[in-house]
């Protein structure tokens, strides 16, 4: 791919450039369905989420999940995100703004939490994959941290400089992954966690993806 000696992006996927919030409540409550748990609204989502996601549950069961928990609740939850996420569709602008971006002949990759083998059609469908030098999903165990593959994820690609490069995510942890390879994050509200717990993070915290891509070229140029 030559070098790329712009900026580079490494988005994230859910809650970040595919608006699947609902998709995921639901699923999050269908899973506490499971357990006897009470559903929770998006804002008490927001609030409480975290990684990895047995800590989650751990915020709103008052203990951790059982191994068998674990496994029924995540089994469950994927269950219903698979059969919701056909209802959900790009955020808004982030059609244009990965174009814009590849078109100023500037990187950009996705690496996501979601499983390989499910996001690469995904991304496929949304006629978008042309814009990204890489495509990365979660491989293993779901529910860890994003850290270790983040360093995977930019050891791959080839002349991207970490010093010049924004992740741009939805989750504290896109933050935590970014500084973990001395990369630079940009946190957006529109997916997972409210705005008090991103701005805790101690990154800029933007409400639109378009505010996000302004920053990442600031914050880039640095």
Sequence with gaps: MGMHRDAHIVWD???TLFHDVD????????????????????????ELYCVPVPKFYERLMGRLPSGAEWELMDATFHR???????RCGLA????????????????????SMYGHEDLIP??????????????????GPSGGSKAEHMVRHLGALTGVDPARTVVIGDAADD????RHVGAKAVLYTGGSHGRASLEAVGVPVVDTLQEAVTEAERLAAA
């Design 80 to 86: 219903y995100y698979t059969e919701h996420r056909v």
């Design 13 to 15: 996927w859910n809650g």
């Design 23 to 46: 998709a995921v409540i639901g699923a999050t409550n269908a899973a506490f369905a499971e357990l006897g748990l009470e559903p929770i609204t998006l804002q008490r989502y927001r």
């Design 92 to 111: 808004e602008g982030a059609m244009e703004l990965l174009a814009g971006w590849a078109s100023a002949g500037r990187s950009q990759s996705i690496l």
């Design 175 to 178: 933050a935590l992954a970014a």
């Design 122 to 139: 995904l991304v496929r469908g949304f006629g978008i994959e042309a814009h990204f030098i890489r495509v990365d999903g979660r491989t």
